[in-house]
């Protein structure tokens, strides 16, 4: 059995992961900085020499974007160095590697969806950090595959679509942002697909998102009307009037064209994904899901 790496497997998209990958690889499981810290080139060498695996699976990261533009030297450390700490120790050792990274490396003015080929221009620290990631990993490493993807959701995770959820079963009025456009991405989709491209010896940059696009404001309507919210009002609102201190690419739309010569196939449509998210929801909390 292949012999395969995972570090942030304790995460949102780590813990799906896993789950996928235990039966078809000998998995060596990283949940988080308490196991390694990827920041700390010394410690990172040592356990990839005693445990060597086949591939590394990077889907650990600093992932708090607001959090980012206070304490950027940690996003750099975690999000720019770790990936390249982890890529340098697969080039002494000859091991594959298959970085996640984010549509935040892009700026948002692009008309249309961004492919792989796109120059990268992060409008946050977050966005900064995950790029220098990537290039630390493609300048370390030849064999090296950096997966972009975006508006994650799954079990588990801080995501949006608990965030509407809660406060749609709490009656409070909702307002969402109707400027930002992307394309929601299920875990569980990313994962499959993930799988496809461990099995390939593709390299460089590809992106993976679920199909089609939608603003925030959409995405909220839609996770109300297949939840049984349909009647809660949203107020359609600028991303300027919340203030964040993170600046968003106002279309971060992926085009997942690579992905798609690559394996045969696309994702489904991300509301094709939203269902599933919310079916798993209710078998979990009986009826707080309303379906
Ligand atoms: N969430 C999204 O909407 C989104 C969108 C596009 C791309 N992405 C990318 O997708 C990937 C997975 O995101 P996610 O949302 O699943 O992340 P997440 O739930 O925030 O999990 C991040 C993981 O990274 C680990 N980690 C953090 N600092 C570490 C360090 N210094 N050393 C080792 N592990 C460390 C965390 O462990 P601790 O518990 O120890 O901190 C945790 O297991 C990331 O690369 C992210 O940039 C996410």
């Known amino acids: 059995m292949k012999r395969i790496a995972l570090v942030g497997a304790g995460g949102m998209l780590g813990r799906d992961l896993l789950d996928r990958l235990e039966g078809s690889f000998a998995c060596l499981p990283i949940a988080g900085k308490k196991d390694l810290d990827i920041t700390d080139a010394e410690q990172v060498f040592e356990w990839m020499e005693g445990c060597r695996p086949e591939v590394v699976i990077?889907?650990?990261?600093?992932?708090?974007?607001?959090?980012?533009?206070s304490h950027p030297e940690r996003a750099m450390a975690v999000n720019g160095e770790g990936p390249g700490n982890l890529a340098a120790g697969c080039a002494r050792l000859g091991v594959r590697m298959?970085?996640?990274?984010?549509?935040?490396?892009?700026?948002?003015n692009r008309d249309g969806a961004y492919d792989e080929k796109d120059t990268p221009a992060p409008l946050s620290v977050y966005g900064v950090s995950k790029l220098a990631g990537e290039e630390r990993v493609a300048r370390n490493l030849?064999?090296?595959?950096?997966?972009?993807?975006?508006?994650?959701?799954?079990?588990?995770?801080?995501?949006?679509v608990e965030a509407i959820l809660a406060q749609a079963e709490k009656g409070e009025s909702l307002?969402?942002?109707?400027?930002?456009?992307?394309?929601?991405?299920?875990?569980?989709d990313l994962s499959r697909a993930l799988l496809r491209l461990l099995v390939s010896d593709a390299r460089g940059i590809?992106?993976?998102?679920?199909?089609?696009?939608?603003?925030?404001?959409?995405?909220?309507?839609?996770?109300?009307?297949?939840?049984g919210y349909a009647h809660v009002p949203v107020e359609p609102i600028a991303s300027r009037t919340l203030n964040?201190?993170?600046?968003?690419?106002?279309?971060?739309?992926?085009?997942?064209?690579?992905?798609?010569?690559?394996?045969?196939?696309?994702?489904?449509?991300?509301?094709?994904?939203?269902?599933?998210?919310?079916?798993?929801?209710?078998?979990?909390?009986?009826?707080?899901?309303?379906?």
């Not at 298959?98 to 948002?108: A, E, K, R």
């Not at 030849?142 to 995770?157: A, C, F, K």
């Not at 939608?214 to 297949?226: G, M, N, T, V």
């Open 244 to 291: 964040r201190p993170a600046r968003r690419p106002a279309n971060s739309l992926l085009s997942c064209e690579r992905y798609r010569q690559l394996t045969g196939e696309g994702l489904r449509p991300w509301d094709a994904g939203l269902r599933d998210y919310l079916k798993e929801r209710v078998k979990r909390h009986g009826s707080e899901g309303r379906e």
């Open 206 to 227: 590809v992106h993976v998102s679920n199909s089609g696009c939608c603003s925030w404001y959409d995405f909220a309507r839609r996770i109300l009307e297949f939840s």
């Open 175 to 188: 307002r969402v942002v109707q400027d930002q456009t992307g394309a929601p991405t299920y875990v569980p």
């Open 58 to 69: 990077n889907a650990a990261a600093y992932t708090d974007v607001d959090g980012c533009e």
């Open 142 to 160: 030849e064999d090296h595959l950096i997966v972009r993807t975006s508006w994650l959701y799954g079990v588990g995770g801080r995501n949006f």
């Open 98 to 108: 298959i970085q996640i990274s984010t549509d935040f490396v892009f700026d948002g």
